[in-house]
């Protein structure tokens, strides 16, 4: 059973309460309607929430490690997963190198 919605619904308005709308904005000199420049310039919040997006994505994985591999990096603090990454890194850029 979904539960109802708690939004309230919105009443748009008719075209003569837009355009009374829209007279007053233009009479007030601190409420001017935004340009067409302006309306196309703006974008969706939801673009903007985040961390931007990275360039070089990485995978979600699940990895079992041993408790003294995670204990060791994790004693390292804030941080230690981009370590471990870095030491997988340098260890894959050596390794690759010999062949």
Known sequence: MSKASKRTSVAMPSAQDDKLITAAAKADPDAQP??????????????LRGRPKSASTKQLVSVRYSPEVLAYFKSTGEGWQSRMDRVLREYVTRHSRRR
């Not at 935004?34 to 673009?47: D, E, F, G, N, Y």
């Open 34 to 47: 935004l340009t067409p420049k302006q309306l196309k310039s703006m974008v969706p919040i939801r673009a």
